[in-house]
């Protein structure tokens, strides 16, 4: 893996360790990967990214350095490479500091042998750099490391399935009686009901207890295994939580290739949507549908996190990479890899394009790939499940080799998402862009509503009871969205303007609103008549008198719509009409629905003929 040439005056220690571990290498790869988490849990100090400090370094190579008892280590380290789940490994070259190169590969080999699963081998290659080395390496590595690593490495295995707590729980409690007391008090602002009671024990354990690197990113899918607890209640909870004042919200923003967080900032008006990824060399622009996400950490006056990093480039950091590796200029390698069903795409790093590939029952079980000056070809390739797969570069150049899902993950909070909420609508109303700023929000589904002849409703029975009745209508609005996770962006007089995640949940709510307006009507009295229209589109966030708002093509439409409407049925334009939910929503509630076709034009639209949609419930009374 390196060349010393005849510079080395020290030998090479090779170590070579193994365990036996129950869990299969799928189950173990989360935490054995972690190389953040590893390196934390076995002492090593947090590292200082000197990459950008240091003069250009190419295919992802960083320029790293701690301090060990007083000691400066400064070294360049190779891209991790590995095969998700079976081995992993990284080279580094150090120009500070006792050690002069170390390589460790790790392999996880699946064997039955009782109740193991896997053979856990770990292999050390280290050469001293200087005396202080060739003294230190045997013991600090040779004895303590071995005997640190298999307590660490047996640890994880024991509690993989049980629970995640002794993972990323220490013994240690890191609260002091002030800040439990500060926790306490802050806290007397959430919620009293049982969940959030529930929820506020285990933050308070997760913020004594819980390690520097877990809660300096706590995401809120991933504690929602964590606790057995629904993710959208874990995440309501987590921004309550931030709004007491015990947790600070993180919008981080990732690189479209590697998918890393490049930028953190605590608030939206603080966020550039022009970015540039140093590992992957490419500028790109943040959209809130992908490259935004939101994870929270504790405030400073509950817990000092100084979000130090452990390891800058492990596995656990591009957990879509299934396969990285670092090929010489003209050189081969053949792995074997296990694939999911689904979409993949090769790609090398500084070099355009890539190639894609998808993973199905039946594809081929070899396959060659070649890099070379020239591109990517445009086959198209399919491949099974487990597949050997021959890399060449056929450049002049050393190629960082990538296999990786196409499909974002979706451990990600997106902001996209959580903009959308009411709940954060309510908590945050003044979190905004920057006046002037606009961003992607990705595809919305935008609902215009109106109450219908409401002029004439304040004529027939006066100002005040009038306006009672928009307020309460208002209320019942608010609580039909809120069921299906949407928002209110806007009320304008007695008009809604909201957006929602998905086309169905839009309708959802809608017919909910109409049917709790009728059954909320008092005797003697006609029911309030609400007028609706609903488009699914792309979206753009912008900053309208301190708010968070959307504009485009798909709200001026969707605006247009809610015209149609007679205030018994809900307009649809084609591209809710046509969407898959609804489709099969329609087709369930056939005989409740009447679904009619309108073509019109609309205002703003000249020019051009729409496709409208009216569905009406059957059953309910003008």
Request: proline content about 5%; overall charge negative.
């Amino acid at each position: 893996m390196y060349n010393t040439g005849n510079k080395m005056k020290y030998p090479v220690f090779k170590y070579r360790w193994r365990w036996m571990l129950k869990n299969s290498p799928e189950e173990l790869w989360k935490y054995i990967s972690n190389t953040e988490l590893f390196n934390h849990d076995t002492g090593l100090p947090p590292v200082n990214d000197l990459t950008a400090d240091g003069g250009e370094l190419v295919n992802a190579r960083h320029r790293l350095k701690f301090y060990r008892l007083g000691i400066p280590v400064e070294w360049v380290e190779e891209p991790f490479q590995w095969v998700r789940p079976e081995r992993f490994g990284v080279l580094r070259e150090y120009s500070k500091g006792p050690v002069a190169f170390m390589r460790v590969i790790v392999n996880l080999n699946k064997i039955e042998d009782g109740d193991h699963k896997t053979l856990l081998t770990y292999d050390v290659d280290i050469t001293p750099r200087n005396p202080l080395g060739l003294l230190a390496i045997p013991i600090q590595v040779g004895l303590i490391s071995r005997i640190q690593f298999g307590k660490i490495f047996n640890r994880y295995d024991s509690h993989i399935g049980i629970s995640e707590r002794s993972i990323v729980f220490e013994e240690k409690n890191h609260l002091n009686s002030g800040n439990i007391d500060r926790i306490h008090k802050r806290a007397a602002a959430l919620p009293k009901d049982e969940t959030s009671n529930h929820l506020k024990e285990k933050l308070l354990n997760l913020l004594s207890f819980g390690t520097e690197p877990y809660l300096s990113q706590l995401k809120p899918r991933t504690l929602s295994v964590m606790w057995n607890v629904p993710y959208p209640e874990v995440l309501t909870f987590l921004l309550q939580a931030t709004r007491a004042g015990i947790l600070q919200m993180q919008w981080e923003i990732l690189c479209p290739l590697c998918r890393g967080a490049k930028e953190s900032y605590e608030h939206l008006d603080e966020l550039d949507s022009s970015v540039h990824c140093e590992t992957c060399n490419i500028d790109f622009n943040a959209n809130f549908e992908q490259s935004v996400s939101l994870t929270f950490r504790p405030v400073a006056a509950i817990r000092q996190v100084r979000g130090e990093r452990f390891c800058v480039a492990g596995p656990q950091v591009t957990p879509h990479i299934i396969m990285q590796q670092l090929l010489p200029p003209e050189g081969m390698k053949t792995l074997s890899i296990q694939l999911e069903e689904g979409a993949y795409r090769f790609r090398a790093l500084d070099s355009p394009g890539n190639q894609l590939v998808r993973v199905v029952a039946g594809g081929d079980d070899k396959y060659k790939i070649i890099v070379s000056e020239a591109g990517w070809d445009d086959n198209d390739i399919q491949l099974s499940h487990d597949v050997s797969i021959t890399l060449q570069n056929d450049s002049s150049h050393e190629k960082l080799v990538i296999l990786e899902r196409t499909a974002w993950s979706d451990e990600a909070t997106t902001a996209a998402e959580v903009t959308a909420m009411q709940s954060f609508r309510d908590l945050f109303s003044s979190e905004a862009l920057r006046p002037g700023q606009e961003i992607s929000v990705g595809s919305l589904a935008i609902v215009f509503t109106d109450l219908k002849a409401s002029t004439n409703l304040y004529r027939r029975i006066g100002d005040a009871p009038a306006f009672g009745l928009v307020m309460d209508h208002f209320d019942t609005l608010k609580a039909e969205i809120v069921k299906e996770n949407g928002s209110i962006v806007k009320t304008i007089g007695d008009a809604v303007m909201a957006a929602f995640r998905s086309p169905d949940a839009a309708v959802r709510a809608m017919i909910g609103a109409q049917e709790a307006l009728k059954l909320n009507t008092n005797k003697g009295q006609d029911p309030l008549k609400l007028k609706v229209g609903i488009h699914w589109g792309p979206c753009i966030a912008v900053n309208l008198n301190e708010r968070l708002d959307y504009f485009g093509t798909t709200v001026n439409m969707a605006a247009r719509l809610e015209g149609f409407s007679s205030g018994e049925d809900i307009i649809l334009s084609e591209a809710v009409f046509e969407d898959p939910a609804i489709v099969k929503m329609i087709a369930e509630k056939s005989a409740k629905l009447d679904c009619d076709k309108i073509d019109t034009t609309l205002k703003g639209f000249e020019g051009e003929k729409f496709n409208v949609f009216r569905i009406t419930p059957v059953n309910q009374e003008g």
